[in-house]
């Protein structure tokens, strides 16, 4: 069953965002196909992260930046997306929020959150976020996600 849950999703294509934070030895941080919108008063939304190492340190912080990506952020993914990849560096183009948080200022938005609820189910963690802050960036292209791979497109109006 799991395996072709699995790929029942792998057919359904998914927006792409970073979600990371100031953790206490530096910034941490992941990509995430699961982000949703949950509320829009009060302002949340909700995504799910599995057992890594940077979801654990996300799972204890008391703020975050979920990061939307555009087409101009392919390579920004791939890196958060693989054990060892580049994640932080100034090519990167990541700049730091006052309140400490990092953010990327070239994401189509950023929303600094606050984790209200943690639902642990299976081997992932759901998380529904209140809004504290939203940063938007540049209107770029659609940075998506599909057939475990990421694919970028120019944003272009529905047809007549």
């Known amino acids: 069953m799991g395996v072709r849950f ?7 294509p998914t927006g792409v965002a970073v979600i990371c934070a100031a953790g206490p030895q530096g910034p941490v941080g992941l990509t995430a196909s699961s982000v949703a919108s949950v509320s829009l008063t009060p302002p949340a939304l909700s995504f799910s992260v599995m057992g890594t190492r940077s979801a654990r340190h996300l799972l204890t912080m008391p703020t975050l930046v979920v990061n939307l990506l555009g087409s101009a ?15 932080f560096t100034l090519d990167q183009g990541w700049s730091t929020l006052p309140t400490g948080e990092p953010f990327l200022p070239g994401a189509l938005a950023a929303l600094r959150v606050q984790p209200l609820r943690q639902v642990p189910i299976g081997d992932a963690t759901v998380v529904v976020a209140g809004v ?11 940075l998506i996600y599909h057939a ?12 007549s």
Do not use: I, K, N, W
């Open 73 to 87: 952020h392919l390579e920004v993914a791939r890196g958060f997306s693989r054990p060892g990849g580049p994640r």
């Open 132 to 142: 504290l802050d939203v940063h938007h960036g540049p209107e770029d292209g659609q």
């Open 6 to 12: 699995r790929e029942a999703f792998g057919r359904y």
């Open 148 to 159: 475990r791979q990421f694919h970028t497109s120019p944003l272009s109006p529905e047809a």
